[in-house]
């Protein structure tokens, strides 16, 4: 099974729709349409900062890094090396780091259309 590994904060600042005003509400907006695919992977969402504290639901884990977002979805990638693993997020820089471990990358699109 895939394991698809979103970062939160990163995919919700993808779209200019106020996300700002209530970070919080927003991370479970992005949980709640990542809870409705059917694509028989397991969903790690990473939320930080304001985010954290937003609950795990059927289908998506929500992990709240304890510090910075990116290091926790790194820590992830690395636990998941040679399994299937998708970090979703548009930072060249966390990619970079995620490859490290085998870990393939796609863009805020693959799971948050452009509304």
């Keep these: ?10 995919v919700v600042g993808s779209v200019p ?9 927003a991370a479970e907006r992005l949980r709640d349409r990542l809870a409705l695919r059917d ?9 930080e900062g304001a985010a954290r504290g937003v609950a ?7 992990d709240g890094a304890p510090g910075s977002g990116d290091d926790r979805i790194v820590e ?27 870990a393939e990358c796609a863009g805020p699109r693959s799971v948050r259309p452009q509304e």
């Design 76 to 102: 992830l990638a690395a636990a998941h090396a040679g399994r299937g693993c998708v970090v979703v997020t548009a930072d060249r820089e966390l990619r970079e780091r995620v490859r490290a471990y085998g």
């Design 17 to 25: 729709d106020g996300w700002w005003r209530d970070r919080r509400a």
């Design 39 to 47: 694509a028989g992977e397991e969903i790690i969402l990473v939320v």
């Design 1 to 10: 099974m895939t394991v698809l590994i979103v970062d939160a904060a990163n």
């Design 56 to 62: 795990s639901v059927p289908g998506v884990r929500v």
